[in-house]
């Protein structure tokens, strides 16, 4: 898990689903392409942490934040803090 979080483009998901609670793969700007898009998204669903579940043609995305939180205890509190000094 923790190398799926070591990506800026993954941070940047993993911070607009933080902020938005539920984002479509198309509904975010992202300084790569579709597909490369679509990788870093398969990246953090494999690592579980983030879902997507489809509606019609659309994939939405969000994160699993209950179980993060009781499997690694304020982990994703401290990479979300981490993003936002870095910014």
Known sequence: M???????VRLTIL?????????????????VTKSTASHHFRVLRDAGVIETRVEGK???????????????????DAVLEGTRVAS
């Not at 911070?15 to 300084?31: I, N, S, W, Y």
Request: aromatic residues 2%.
């Open 15 to 31: 911070a607009a689903l933080a902020e938005h609670g539920e984002v479509r793969c198309g509904g975010m700007e992202l300084p």
């Open 2 to 8: 923790l190398q799926a979080l070591a990506d800026p």
């Open 58 to 76: 659309h994939r939405i995305n969000s994160l699993r934040r209950e179980e993060l939180d009781e499997c690694f205890p304020g982990l994703l």
